[in-house]
């Protein structure tokens, strides 16, 4: 095993999990163009119904003044799929038929939120492929747990030159619960083969940490580079950073 320190906590690790938006990418500068241009979709489907836009923001915890999202609301932690229920559920709210709303929220969550990336979408944490190599080169195995779908994640991945460098996956639709469900960290451990207890759980929301929590983790590190301050995260973390760069493999 090898050790790695964050903050003042120094572990003997086999692997390092890394949530994906917040904390590998900028959160706010990808999901604020999705949800912005999601909603604006459901706003010219329904022009009957302007007070939709307000109510839409809300139930995602979307703030389209200061385009951010609120740590740990729908948009910062769900799958895509209690996503499209959650506008569903706006929808039929507002006087929309409950079939047609689900049929709505899938058509136009599937033709904006669920898109794949483009590169100008993704802003990058720092240098990403360099801190994966360094911990690659020194036998660390990387995984990925998010709620993005597959698709979405494996081309981020490829355009930010990550994708040689992760060795196992779990995403919002693969047939696992989600989080903060520890099953998807268990599903990791087998696919890496090493123990949940010699595993790094990295996150930026208080989600992740449960999630690493209840797996039985090693360590649980919150970031403060996605949706949630230090303040909220600490209560659930066993060390805060700044950003995944904060992470130190010691000799």
């Known amino acids: 095993m090898n050790t790695l320190q964050a903050g003042e906590r120094i572990h003997q690790v086999e692997a ?50 200061g ?6 609301s ?24 409950w079939h047609p709303a689900q049929d709505a929220a899938r058509e136009t969550f599937g033709e904006f939120a669920r898109a794949l990336p483009r590169r100008d979408q993704l802003k990058p ?16 195995r990387i995984a990925v747990a ?16 990550l994708t040689s460098r992760v060795d196992a996956l779990v995403c919002g639709d693969d047939p696992l619960a989600a989080k903060p469900d520890p099953e998807g960290l268990h599903h990791l451990a087998e696919q890496l083969g090493v123990p949940t207890a010699a595993m790094l759980m990295v996150g930026d929301s208080v989600c992740d940490l449960q999630t690493g929590r209840n797996a039985g983790v090693a360590c649980c590190v919150g970031v403060t580079s996605g949706t949630a301050n230090a303040k909220r ?19």
């Open 74 to 97: 729908p948009l910062a932690v769900s799958p895509m799929e209690t996503l499209e229920t959650v506008i569903a559920v706006v929808l039929y709210q507002a006087g929309i038929a």
């Open 146 to 161: 998010t709620s993005d779908d597959r698709a979405a994640t494996l081309e981020t991945l490829r355009l930010l030159g």
């Open 125 to 140: 944490i720092g240098d990403l492929p360099g801190l994966f190599e360094t911990l690659k080169t020194a036998g660390i």
């Open 233 to 251: 995260l600490a209560a659930d973390a066993d060390v805060v950073l700044d950003t995944v760069h904060d992470l130190r493999l010691l000799p």
């Open 16 to 65: 390092v999990v890394f949530d994906k938006d917040g904390t590998l990418i900028d959160f706010h500068h990808l999901w604020s163009g999705k949800a912005r241009a999601t909603v604006a979709a459901l706003l010219e489907r329904y022009p009957g119904h302007p007070e939709l836009g307000d109510a839409l923001f809300r139930s995602l915890g979307y703030d389209p003044a």
């Open 67 to 72: 385009r951010t999202t609120a740590a740990d």
